[in-house]
Nanobody, 127 residues
Framework: VQLQASGGGLVQVGGSLRLSCTTSGRPFSSYHMGWFRQAPGKEREFVAAISLLGGRSRYADSVKGRFTISRDNAKNTLYLQMNSLKPEDTAVYSC?????????????????????WGQGTLVTVSS
């Protein structure tokens, strides 16, 4: 499956952005999907993930209550709504896909568990 993230940009503290991740190739609904980010000089970290049918999600503590992950399987698209943005949210955001052994399998939060990655999109939050 091919992934492409978009929607990044420059935003002020407290602002909002919505990232999108479009996919092609194998059926989008076969994959748990995740968002990860990497700030300059730091390791890639988990942000949010969602189950293949969208019924379950997981969030990093640092974004709970501010970010919302969602998906539209009919449009083969993953979203990340980011509100109340902070300077520490500045990073390159990437989407990733994980093919679970069953629909009820746990949603992973470790980057190494994900099989496919898209190019990232840069989010810069200015203070």
């Amino acid at each position: 499956v091919q992934l492409q993230a978009s929607g990044g940009g420059l935003v002020q503290v407290g602002g909002s952005l919505r990232l999108s991740c479009t996919t092609s190739g194998r059926p989008f609904s076969s994959y748990h999907m995740g968002w990860f980010r990497q700030a300059p000089g730091k390791e890639r970290e988990f942000v949010a993930a969602i189950s293949l049918l969208g019924g379950r999600s997981r969030y990093a503590d640092s974004v709970k209550g501010r970010f919302t992950i969602s998906r539209d399987n009919a449009k083969n698209t993953l979203y990340l709504q980011m509100n109340s943005l902070k300077p520490e949210d500045t990073a390159v955001y990437s989407c990733a896909a994980y093919r679970p052994p069953s629909p009820v399998a746990i949603i992973p939060i470790t980057p190494l568990d994900y099989n496919y990655w898209g190019q990232g999109t840069l989010v810069t939050v200015s203070s």
